[in-house]
């Protein structure tokens, strides 16, 4: 097992007292930065930075930072979903340590699909039915894997099967 154990230390936003979200951050007892790139594999960091070793996801609604020696986790409702994510985390990065013989590290961020490739397959009527307001939200929704081909009613069988060919080069998590 690559990493044991974490310290936590949890932060309101000072400039925020009022402000109900946390944040946290983890200090690693060991030092993860050889796994982060079997990480980034496995996860898709949306931002991969060589040096210091340091990966970014969007992941559970959260944005989470893992360098060597530290994970920051933004906006979290308490701290016991801290909690979670950080156990959780901490399963994954033992996971893709334990079997780097089979993954291929990558050592560069991972591509969003863009919006205007999006809106491009979408009937772009504004219809409603997806139950936001404009084609064009759907397609910000969609590049962040909050909306798929099938919360369109409007599309084609033709475009449809565009868009999960488009969105299936991407993954989300
Ligand atoms: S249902 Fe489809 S066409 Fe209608 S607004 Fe949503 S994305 Fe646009």
Redesign the pocket.
């Known amino acids: 097992m690559l990493l044991r154990g974490y310290t936590k230390e949890f932060i309101r936003p000072e400039c925020r007292p009022e402000a109900q979200s946390v944040h946290l951050v983890a200090h690693l007892d060991q030092d993860i930065g050889a796994a982060l790139p079997y990480l980034n594999a496995t996860l898709g960091g949306f931002q991969y930075i060589k040096d210091p070793p340091t990966i970014s996801f969007k992941l559970h609604g959260k944005l989470i930072a893992t360098h060597g020696r530290k994970i920051c986790v933004n906006a979290l409702k308490d701290q016991a979903e801290g909690e979670k994510i950080l156990e959780w985390l901490k399963k994954e990065i033992n996971d893709a340590w334990e079997h780097r013989a089979d993954i291929e590290p990558i050592f560069e961020s991972t591509p969003k699909p863009k919006v205007i490739d999006i809106l491009r397959l979408?009937?772009?009527?504004?219809?409603?039915?997806?139950?936001?307001?404009?084609?064009m939200?759907?397609?910000v929704q969609?590049s962040e894997g909050g909306?798929g081909p099938e919360?369109?009613?409007?599309?084609s069988s033709d475009y449809r099967a565009k868009l999960e060919n488009y969105l299936g080069h991407f993954r989300f998590d």
């Not at 979408?122 to 084609?135: D, I, M, Y």
């Not at 919360?151 to 599309?155: A, K, Y």
Request: proline share 8%; with cysteine; net charge positive.
């Open positions: 979408l009937p772009k009527t504004n219809c409603g039915e997806c139950g936001l307001a404009t084609c939200l759907f397609a969609a909306k919360n369109c009613p409007q599309l």
